[in-house]
């Protein structure tokens, strides 16, 4: 996938859901894989652009695993002229050995976005931007759907009353396979992820399961995030589709 591509994608849904104001100091967490990567590459070529002007500055959270190296993260960082944090954590440890959970993905996941929105407020940020993706909203819903009974996917932009942070998600219209193809093509410096339970959790299940719908009923992931854009989920807000945007 071009680069224009990847701007055209990330510049719309950052226009149909008011996701960037002047003045914002947004804090992208960077996990070294592939889609915060991209993410992290969108933003860094928007700020130079977009209409609203905004800051960012890279917040990666080691997890204290051993052999993890950031290096790969921060030359990346460096080439793209943005501030690189590391967060040094003992999540790894406190999940899979003191906590031993047996679904170490909620209790991770909640203790990740805690050192991060830690160093984004120490940092003076005022958003959050996840590399969440179309399919990761689909996936979302699906788990929703059959490990709690209800309807809802996370929104493209919810604000932490807590904190008083935004968090936002400007790969929301894009796709898996979109994201892959943009890493091929630019060589982004995708790392694997260093957690044991990586390949073995719901979600996992979830995207395979996804992608075995799609296989037998081509299109129902395009149908089932148009259900969810659709959705009137209560917490979403409410989207301005810019009428001179058309899908790239």
């Known amino acids: 996938m071009k680069l224009q591509k990847l701007y055209s994608y ?8 008011s996701m960037v104001d002047d003045g914002d100091k947004i804090a992208v967490g960077v996990s070294g894989g592939k889609d915060s990567l991209a993410l992290l590459y969108a933003l860094s070529g928007l700020r130079k652009f977009y209409p609203k002007k905004f800051d960012i500055v890279a917040l990666t959270v080691n997890l204290g695993f051993e052999n993890q190296d950031f290096n790969l993260i921060k030359d990346f960082c460096k080439n793209l002229d943005v501030e690189c944090k590391i967060i040094d954590t003992e999540i790894g440890d406190i999940v899979f050995h003191k906590r031993k959970e047996s679904n170490p ?17 120490e940092l003076g940020c005022n958003k959050i931007a996840y590399g969440h993706h179309r399919d990761d909203l689909v996936e979302t819903m699906l788990m929703s759907l059959i490990y709690e009974g209800h309807f809802y996917a996370f929104p493209p932009v919810t604000k932490l009353e807590r904190t008083g942070l935004t ?9 898996e396979p979109d994201i892959i193809g943009f890493a091929r093509k630019q060589n982004l410096p995708v790392a694997k992820s260093p957690c044991p339970a990586n390949g073995h959790t719901r979600r996992e299940y979830t995207k395979n399961l996804m992608h075995q719908i799609n296989r037998e009923n081509p299109g129902a992931i395009d149908k089932m995030f148009t259900a969810i854009l659709n959705g009137n989920i209560s917490d979403w807000p409410q989207s301005m589709p810019n009428p001179h945007y058309h899908n790239p």
């Not at 990330?10 to 859901?17: F, K, L, Q, T």
């Not at 209790?107 to 984004?120: E, P």
């Open 105 to 121: 993905c909620s209790l991770c996941a909640k203790m990740r976005k805690g050192a991060l929105n830690n160093k984004a407020l």
């Open 167 to 175: 968090v936002i998600r400007p790969l929301l219209y894009m796709t």
């Open 10 to 17: 990330v510049r719309r849904a950052m226009d149909d859901y």
